[in-house]
């Protein structure tokens, strides 16, 4: 199954990409997704409990990912 990914700010600065497509295994979840970004150049900077969503809504790392699904990975943000 396909999944796209999107990468935000100084995530998407430290992967080199703002969007990435990923073939994962039927059952995956988000974690599976993080997992696979980690292992791309810079993506070690992900914490170890980054903030998810799943198809434009927050998401937990143990929530099912289906074909066509997007997962976004937001970095901390600050504001005042």
Avoid at 13 to 18: F, H, K, R
Avoid at 43 to 55: C, D, F
């Amino acid at each position: 199954m396909t999944v796209r990914v999107l990468l935000f700010a100084s995530y998407a600065d430290a992967v080199g990409q703002s969007e990435l497509t990923f073939d994962l295994d039927e059952g995956s979840v988000v974690a599976d997704v993080v997992a696979r970004v980690r292992t791309l150049a810079g993506g070690a900077v992900l914490p170890p409990s980054p903030l998810l969503a799943l198809n434009a809504e927050y998401a937990v790392a143990s929530a099912s990912v289906r074909s066509g699904d997007e997962v976004a990975i937001i970095p901390p943000v600050a504001g005042g």
